[in-house]
C-alpha cells in the first residue's frame, strides 16, 4: 500500500514560511508585490488568476491585476510589461497564458524583466537553470522537488523518468534532478518502447496532458509516481496523467489529482515572488 502524498498540506506549509518572510519584510518597511496580466476573457484563465490573488491576501503579498481586452495589440501589452518592469513597488511579473492568438507569446515572455520573472520562463532563468545556479525556479518543478524533500526522498543516484518534454514542466524537471544527483531519462512521444522504461524508474514524473495514460504495467514495484496531469476523463472528472487505481497498489509514494502537484505549482509562484523581493531589496535569503 502506498503513501499519498498531500500537496494541500505540504502547500500550506510553503505558504506559511512565505507569510513570515513577507512579514519580515514589512516590519522593515518593504512590501512584496505580484502584478498579474490577464488579456482576454479565457474562463480557466480568470479561476487562475483568481485564485492567485486569493492565495497572495492569505500570505500578505500585494497584489495587482491587470486585466485586458482580447483585442489588445502587441504593442499595447509590451508597454504594459516594460512599465512594470521599470515599477520599483513591483517585484513580480507574470503574464497568464494562453494570451489571443494575435499576440506573439515569445516576444511576451522575453519582455518580462529575468529579476521579476516568477514563472521562471525567461531565456535568462532557463539557462540559470540549466547550470544550476538558478533563484527563480518553474513553479511547477520546484514544486515536485518540494513534495519529495518533505517525505525524505533520496534522491542521489536514483533513476528519475521525465514522461513529456515541455519548456515549463518536462525539461526544467530533469535539470532540477540531474543537479541533485539523480541520472535522468527524459521520454516522449517519439520514445520507443515507453513502457519498457518508465519500469526502469525509482521516480516517475508524468507530464504528457493525457488523461490516466500511465498504467500499472508501466511501474515497477515500489516505484515514487509524481503525477502533473491535469485532465477531465471520460465522465468529465477531473484526473491525472496516472491511472491512479492501477499504479497507487504499486507504487511506495503517489500524488493525487486533485490535491497533489497543483496546490505546491501556486504557493511555489508565492515563494518566487518573494524570493525575487530578496534580491531586488539585497536581503540574504
Excluded: W
Excluded at 520599483?88 to 515572455?109: F, M, R, S, Y
Excluded at 538558478?134 to 523518468?161: D, F, W, Y
Excluded at 525509482?202 to 493525457?210: E, F, K, M, N, R
Aim: glycine letters at 8%.
Amino acid at each position: 500500500m502506498s503513501i499519498i502524498i498531500d500537496g494541500k498540506k505540504i502547500a500550506a506549509q510553503v505558504l506559511d514560511r512565505v507569510a513570515q518572510d513577507v512579514k519580515q519584510m514589512k516590519e522593515q518597511g518593504r512590501q512584496v508585490s505580484l502584478a498579474v496580466i490577464i488579456v482576454g476573457g479565457d474562463p480557466a484563465s480568470r479561476v487562475y488568476v483568481d485564485n492567485k490573488k486569493k492565495d497572495c491576501a492569505l500570505v500578505g503579498i500585494n497584489s495587482y491585476e491587470f486585466a485586458l481586452p482580447a483585442e489588445t495589440s502587441q504593442e499595447e501589452l509590451m508597454g504594459l510589461i516594460s512599465e512594470l518592469n521599470f515599477r520599483d513597488d513591483i517585484n513580480g511579473i507574470l503574464c497568464q497564458l494562453p494570451i489571443p492568438k494575435q499576440l506573439d507569446e515569445k516576444a511576451v515572455l522575453m519582455e518580462i524583466s529575468p529579476a521579476k520573472d516568477v514563472d521562471a520562463f525567461h531565456p535568462v532563468n532557463v539557462g540559470h537553470i540549466m547550470i544550476g545556479d538558478c533563484l527563480l525556479l518553474p513553479c511547477t518543478p520546484a514544486g515536485v522537488m518540494e513534495m519529495l524533500r518533505s517525505q525524505n526522498v533520496q534522491i542521489v543516484g536514483k533513476h528519475c523518468v521525465v514522461i513529456g518534454r515541455s519548456n515549463i514542466v518536462g525539461k526544467p524537471m530533469a535539470m532540477l534532478m540531474l543537479k541533485e544527483n539523480a541520472t535522468v531519462t527524459i521520454c516522449h512521444s517519439k520514445t520507443v518502447d515507453l513502457p519498457q522504461i518508465t519500469r526502469q524508474a525509482d521516480i516517475l514524473i508524468a507530464a504528457v496532458g493525457i488523461s490516466k495514460f500511465v498504467t500499472g504495467d508501466m511501474v515497477k514495484d515500489g516505484a515514487i509516481v509524481i503525477d502533473v496531469g491535469m485532465n477531465r476523463d471520460e465522465n468529465g472528472k477531473l484526473c491525472g496523467d496516472v491511472d491512479f487505481a492501477s499504479v497507487e497498489p504499486k507504487a511506495s509514494l503517489i500524488t493525487p489529482v486533485p490535491g497533489g502537484v497543483g496546490p505546491m505549482t501556486r504557493a511555489m509562484l508565492l515563494q518566487n515572488t518573494v524570493t525575487a523581493a530578496k534580491t531586488q531589496y539585497g536581503i540574504e535569503k
